[in-house]
């Protein structure tokens, strides 16, 4: 069993929709949580970062973290065209400054127009 | 705004060759990290270092792969000999410390 756990999708949506990200992990050390955008053939965008648990929103996106569970979302409202890419999820322990992410599969999305 | 710089973008190879791949992170980042990538796959870890020493490099195949910083800026990672299995995108992150890393653009590399 992988430490995180992604749906692949794909994911598609019309535009203005609301669209939920989900990842799952296993391990209870994972202490900072990231979003990361990628669109096809480039590297990985940071888009959200969360220490712990709780919310935190910035514009259309709203990163979720509740630990009880070993669950992670991101939320994105108003779903934009631009918005398709493949969003990656990870993770990373409370262990000192050398600290490694584990990263889920991604979930491609589509948001048509 | 800075950016993480990687050459080439793309390489194309035959097994059993060697390939090199360059990256120079954003100015004053201590930490680099280079990822595998194999397509439908998030990034894996290949190698970190604080500067110019390794701190990890437990999942990096040492029999055939090789990565150093010598100067603890810009790095180098090597494949000799290059096998179909390697064929994926090559990421290099910096961070300036903490959790955060930003990605370069990847390198694509195809094994024939």
């Known amino acids: 069993q992988k430490e995180v756990e992604q749906d692949p999708g794909p994911l598609s949506v019309p535009e203005g929709a609301i669209v939920s990200l989900n990842c799952t992990y296993s391990?209870?050390?994972?202490?900072?949580f990231m979003w990361y955008r990628q669109y096809s053939r480039k590297g990985p965008e940071l888009l959200m970062y969360t220490y712990s648990s709780g919310n935190k929103e910035d514009g259309r996106f709203t990163a979720q973290v509740d630990k009880s569970s070993k669950y992670i979302s991101l939320f994105i409202r108003d779903s934009q065209p631009s918005d398709s890419a493949t969003y990656l999820c990870?993770?990373?322990?409370?262990?000192?400054?050398?600290?490694?992410?584990?990263f889920g599969a991604g979930t491609r999305l589509a948001v048509h127009p | 705004e800075a950016e993480v710089a990687q050459s080439p973008r793309y390489k194309i190879t035959e097994k059993s060759q060697a390939v090199a791949f360059w990256c120079d992170p954003i100015s004053g980042h201590a930490t680099l990290y280079w990822y595998r990538q194999i397509l439908g796959q998030g990034p894996e870890l290949l190698v970190q270092f604080q500067d110019e020493s390794v701190v990890d490099d437990s999942q990096l195949p040492k029999d055939r792969f090789s990565a150093e910083r010598l100067k603890g800026v810009d790095s180098t990672l090597k494949i000799q000999p290059a096998e179909l299995g390697d064929s994926a995108m090559y990421l290099c992150a910096s961070s300036p410390g903490g959790e955060t890393q930003y990605f370069g653009p990847g390198t694509r590399l195809l094994v024939l």
């Open positions: 990870a993770m990373s322990p409370n262990s000192g400054g050398y600290n490694k992410l584990i």
């Open positions: 391990n209870s050390a994972f202490q900072y």
